[in-house]
């Protein structure tokens, strides 16, 4: 761990990386404040030890520049001064600084203050990388609203893979392969991405999150990375608010250009998690529950809405669904009891349910 020591007195600065050297961090000097400033911006340290008196800027002036800055707010201050007063110590805390200490002082306690204040350091650091890597992962693909519960309280996500229950969700373009062979690839491009943007956007409403797009059919998770109790509900109403909007949307385009949207939704085990190359990784889930949400959806047509047992089970009390049968599911040995989702049963009793 690298400690700057910022004091005009050369035998303070001696004395203090003496003592600092031999419990093996690497420490560096500066002579007045603004000579520290400067060492910050270069040297980078995880720690810096401060005097307030000092020519040219004293150490109050340093710490609300440092503190003031993006770059160096997150370095711990200790200041080390002759400075008694009380009125001096808020100064210097108000300011930002983590610690006061006055001269003379004990080698032992400034020993223990900095031990201390570099594993705080490094607790912060390390919730801060967590922090991010939660960000970069999710904020393309659940709501701002997702990624900030989520920055709160980090822990409430593993990124590494376990198994868990979900709800998945497919959502498909019907008749995509032949509109794209009638339409300039320029178009073809902005008509599915308006098709999408619609998905997204209601697949976010319900808390779901965007797994990926695989051509023109899109995957979404329910359950992950937040828990939620009622997830199987909230996959089979974003397919069916989907395809209420999906009235008006068509409304927009030309009439060959209209698509009915097909859905599969499963529920069930599945492994969560990062998915890829250290450097490459994907949030997704794999496992069978996967594929059958992927199964069901390609054998709905006419933009049905497939679900499977396990799904209707859960949504029952809310959904009314007509039974299709037992289907026989490529890659699988059994069949898939499915249903066909028809409508809300009522609208109250769904919204107090998400609610709750």
Same mark, same amino acid.
């Given at each position: 761990?690298?400690? #700057?020591?910022?004091?005009?007195?050369?035998?303070?600065?001696?004395?203090?990386?003496?003592? #600092?050297?031999?419990?093996?961090?690497?420490?560096?000097?500066? =002579?007045?404040?603004?000579?520290?400033?400067?060492?910050?911006?270069?040297?980078?340290?995880?720690?810096?030890?401060?005097? /307030?008196?000092?020519?040219? &800027?004293?150490?109050?002036?340093? /710490?609300?520049?440092?503190?003031?800055?993006?770059?160096?707010?997150? =370095?711990?201050?200790?200041?080390?001064?002759?400075?008694?007063?009380?009125?001096?110590?808020?100064?210097?805390?108000?300011?930002?600084?983590?610690?006061?200490?006055?001269?003379?002082?004990?080698?032992?306690?400034?020993?223990?203050?900095?031990?201390?204040?570099?594993?705080?350091?490094?607790?912060?650091?390390?919730?801060?990388?967590?922090?991010?890597?939660?960000? &970069?992962?999710?904020?393309?693909?659940?709501?701002?609203?997702?990624?900030?519960?989520?920055?709160?309280?980090?822990?409430?996500?593993?990124?590494?893979?376990?198994?868990?229950?979900?709800?998945?969700?497919?959502?498909?373009?019907?008749?995509?392969?032949?509109?794209?062979?009638?339409?300039?690839?320029?178009?073809?491009?902005?008509?599915?991405?308006?098709?999408?943007? #619609?998905?997204?956007?209601?697949?976010?409403?319900?808390?779901?999150? =965007?797994?990926?797009?695989?051509?023109?059919?899109?995957?979404?998770?329910?359950?992950?990375?937040?828990?939620?109790?009622?997830?199987?509900?909230?996959?089979?109403?974003?397919?069916?608010?989907?395809?209420?909007?999906?009235?008006?949307?068509?409304?927009?385009?030309?009439?060959?250009?209209?698509?009915?949207?097909?859905?599969?939704?499963?529920?069930?085990?599945?492994?969560?998690?990062?998915?890829?190359?250290?450097? /490459? &990784?994907?949030?997704?889930? =794999?496992?069978?529950?996967?594929?059958?949400?992927?199964?069901?959806?390609?054998?709905?047509?006419?933009?049905?809405?497939?679900?499977?047992?396990?799904?209707?089970?859960?949504?029952?009390?809310?959904?009314?669904?007509?039974?299709?049968?037992?289907?026989?599911?490529?890659?699988?040995?059994?069949?898939?009891?499915?249903?066909?989702?028809?409508?809300?049963?009522?609208?109250?009793?769904?919204?107090?349910?998400?609610?709750?």
């Amino acid at each position: 761990m690298k400690i #700057l020591v910022v004091d005009d007195h050369a035998d303070n600065r001696r004395l203090i990386s003496d003592l #600092l050297s031999m419990r093996g961090y690497t420490v560096t000097t500066a =002579v007045d404040g603004q000579d520290g400033l400067n060492a910050v911006q270069t040297q980078q340290p995880d720690l810096i030890i401060l005097d /307030v008196d000092m020519p040219r &800027m004293d150490g109050f002036e340093v /710490v609300k520049r440092l503190k003031a800055s993006e770059k160096t707010a997150q =370095v711990p201050i200790l200041m080390l001064t002759a400075r008694i007063e009380v009125k001096d110590r808020v100064e210097g805390l108000q300011l930002g600084a983590e610690d006061y200490l006055t001269k003379p002082f004990n080698a032992r306690e400034l020993l223990a203050r900095v031990e201390a204040r570099l594993r705080a350091k490094s607790e912060t650091d390390e919730l801060r990388k967590q922090k991010e890597t939660i960000r &970069m992962t999710f904020e393309r693909f659940v709501s701002p609203s997702v990624v900030e519960e989520l920055l709160r309280d980090p822990t409430q996500v593993k990124l590494g893979g376990k198994l868990q229950q979900i709800t998945v969700l497919f959502a498909d373009l019907e008749n995509f392969t032949s509109t794209s062979e009638q339409t300039e690839p320029e178009d073809l491009l902005r008509l599915l991405n308006r098709y999408h943007t #619609l998905i997204v956007r209601i697949v976010q409403e319900f808390g779901g999150t =965007v797994d990926k797009f695989i051509g023109d059919a899109v995957m979404a998770l329910y359950n992950t990375p937040l828990m939620q109790a009622d997830h199987a509900l909230r996959a089979v109403l974003t397919a069916l608010k989907i395809r209420e909007e999906l009235v008006k949307f068509h409304e927009q385009l030309d009439p060959a250009l209209r698509m009915k949207l097909n859905f599969g939704i499963h529920t069930g085990t599945a492994v969560v998690g990062n998915v890829g190359a250290q450097d /490459v &990784m994907d949030y997704t889930a =794999v496992g069978d529950t996967v594929n059958i949400a992927a199964r069901l959806q390609q054998m709905a047509r006419g933009g049905a809405i497939y679900i499977s047992q396990a799904t209707f089970d859960a949504v029952n009390p809310f959904i009314e669904s007509e039974k299709v049968g037992d289907l026989n599911v490529k890659g699988r040995s059994g069949t898939v009891h499915t249903y066909n989702v028809l409508r809300k049963k009522d609208d109250r009793k769904v919204t107090a349910a998400i609610s709750s």
